[in-house]
């Protein structure tokens, strides 16, 4: 039971890390109908531009508390990704809007092969050691344990979903994403401007993946140009799990994920007789894909996409 706990600690906090990158796939999917490959590697993006700020202000800020630091950090690394997907859907997604559905996934997939390439040159392929900037003293839940910066994960997670849902459901610019998700030409109809919303889409999105990227480089203690395509990867498991195109869908899937995969880490030793050990955990997310694929291809809470007039 205590192995147990420990894992279902892990798995939420990784969880938490899925859920906010696949909210970033699957609001630009109910947009636009696209699937938006270089994600993961805008969560890369603010990860390395985090680490970069984080190296800059310890210098210029040396007496600055270390959570201050951090959050600066973060704010700089959203500015940058939002940036960054803006561009990204200005120039590689919105001439091909009209295109078959082929040319922009091709792009999207480019366009992640690029952002490692200009990053490994930027900032060097080697691992960079990201600096502790929370207390490391560990907090007792039972016989389990819990670090600050876990808890700073949970709790940044919890108040940006909280924010995101209130922002779709409760303000203008959701309504107008709610009503292009419907039909877009009848929305720009009505008054409402198709790529504005895009665009607001893909700065929210990003926003919500450079917060992954920096809270997936604190809880590792690392980062580096290709950090972003297995979480990238694993984030679209979870938006398909849980519906592609659904945001409770999205969270409930990158939480389901992150709990099978963690638990999947802590006892596959056991399930196979020692053949595979916890690095092996991968295979659980793929695993998943596959089934759900299989079983019920519009996921566990379906699909909130209209159909196109």
């Known amino acids: 039971m205590d192995v147990l706990l420990q894992q279902i600690i892990n798995g939420l906090v990784l969880g938490s890390m899925y859920a906010l990158v696949a909210l970033g796939y699957t609001m630009v999917y109910g947009i636009i109908n696209l699937i938006n490959f270089a994600h993961g590697e805008v969560l890369m993006v603010g990860a390395l531009t985090s680490w970069t700020s984080i190296g800059w202000m310890k210098d210029a800020m040396p007496d600055a ?67 502790t900037l929370l207390p490391s003293t560990p907090i007792n839940v039972g016989e389990a344990v819990i670090t600050p910066t876990q808890i700073m994960i949970l709790v940044v997670t919890a108040v940006s979903l909280a924010v995101l849902m209130w922002l779709v459901n409760a303000t203008r610019l959701g309504r107008a994403m709610r009503a292009t998700a419907e039909n877009p030409r009848v929305a720009a109809l009505m008054g409402v401007k198709p790529d504005m919303v895009i665009s607001a889409t893909f700065i929210i999105g990003a926003i919500l993946a450079a917060i992954a990227g920096v809270m997936y480089a604190s809880n590792y203690g690392t980062a580096q140009h290709a950090m972003g395509f297995t979480p990238g990867l694993k984030a679209f498991t979870a938006a398909v799990f849980g519906g592609i195109g659904n945001l409770s869908g999205a969270v409930v899937g990158g939480i389901l994920l992150g709990l099978i995969e963690s638990i999947g880490s802590g006892y596959i030793g056991d399930l196979t007789g020692g053949v595979l050990g916890s690095h092996y955990a991968d295979i659980f997310a793929f695993i998943v894909l596959i089934i759900v694929l299989t079983l019920r291809p519009s996921g566990l809470m379906g699909e909130r996409v209209a159909d196109r007039a």
Not at 75 to 103: D, G, M, Q
Not at 113 to 125: V, Y
């Open 65 to 131: 508390p270390g959570w201050v630091i951090l959050l600066l950090a973060t704010l700089i690394a959203c500015v940058v990704a939002a940036s960054l997907n803006f561009a990204i859907e200005k120039i590689a997604y919105r001439p091909l809007r009209n295109s078959p559905k082929l040319a922009p996934l091709i792009t999207a997939i480019g366009m992640s092969i690029l952002l490692q390439t200009l990053a490994m040159i930027i900032w060097k392929p080697n691992y960079k050691a990201y600096p």
